[in-house]
T-cell receptor, first 114, second 114 residues
Framework: NAGVTQTPKFRVLKTGQSMTLLCAQD?????MYWYRQDPGMGLRLIHY???????AKGEVPDGYNVSRLKKQNFLLGLESAAPSQTSVYFC?????????????FGAGTRLSVL | GNSVTQMEGPVTLSEEAFLTINCTYT??????LFWYVQYPGEGLQLLLK?????DKGSNKGFEATYRKETTSFHLEKGSVQVSDSAVYFC?????????????FGRGTSLIVHP
């Protein structure tokens, strides 16, 4: 059972470059999330989606865009990367009604922006 | 708004010692409560949960009881092992505006020495 799969696992960017992180889940979950994790800051929600075709801003959305064209996929885009976006990014999915909103996380993407 | 406060780490213990990690919360409505664990280099995974007052969640020797009167959900284990070394996150999920967006604490690092 794959669960939540994130690609890529590692990436190094130069300032100003763009990239897209892909998250895929095979559990038919309605909700999907993107978080960033920085030392001493815990998890911070970037954007989330409560269903196909819908997205919403979380706690730290600036500098990121997202899209959810298919229920199983949630993409996170960085249009012009900055060193402040160096972080570990986690995708998660959940089903509020079926499983009391237990979050299922991917293994993370480690991004460095030079 | 909703919030989760957990004790700062790191918590350093010797093997077989008793563990308590405190967690208190503030929420509008009636939340479900969770503990997640993150092992080095991995994503978060559910450790245990409780969905109503006085429920006790348990897994792998860890326990936590949903205390509505003190708005707490403290994590305990009677005898820790080196393999329990990880970061532990307390979290809640509650309906807000028709959505169930979770709130995480900042995480508590546990280091267990042989």
């Amino acid at each position: 059972n794959a669960g939540v799969t994130q690609t890529p696992k590692f990436r190094v960017l130069k300032t100003g470059q763009s990239m897209t992180l892909l998250c895929a889940q095979d559990m038919n979950h309605e909700y999907m999330y993107w978080y960033r994790q920085d030392p001493g800051m815990g998890l911070r929600l970037i954007h989330y989606s409560v269903g196909e075709g819908t997205t919403a801003k979380g706690e730290v959305p600036d500098g990121y865009n997202v899209s959810r064209l298919k229920k199983q996929n949630f993409l996170l885009g960085l249009e012009s990367a900055a060193p402040s976006q160096t972080s570990v990014y986690f995708c998660a999915s959940s089903s509020p009604r079926a499983a009391k909103n237990i979050q299922y996380f991917g293994a993370g993407t480690r991004l460095s922006v030079l | 708004g909703n919030s989760v406060t957990q004790m700062e780490g790191p918590v350093t213990l010797s093997e077989e010692a008793f563990l308590t990690i405190n967690c208190t919360y503030t929420a509008t409505g009636y939340p479900s409560l969770f503990w997640y664990v993150q092992y080095p280099g991995e994503g978060l995974q559910l450790l245990l949960k409780a969905t109503k007052a006085d429920d006790k969640g348990s897994n792998k020797g860890f326990e936590a009881t949903y205390r509505k009167e003190t708005t707490s959900f403290h994590l305990e284990k009677g005898s820790v092992q080196v393999s329990d070394s990880a970061v532990y996150f307390c979290a809640l999920s509650v309906a807000s505006g028709g959505s169930y967006i979770p709130t995480f604490g900042r995480g508590t690092s546990l280091i267990v020495h042989p």
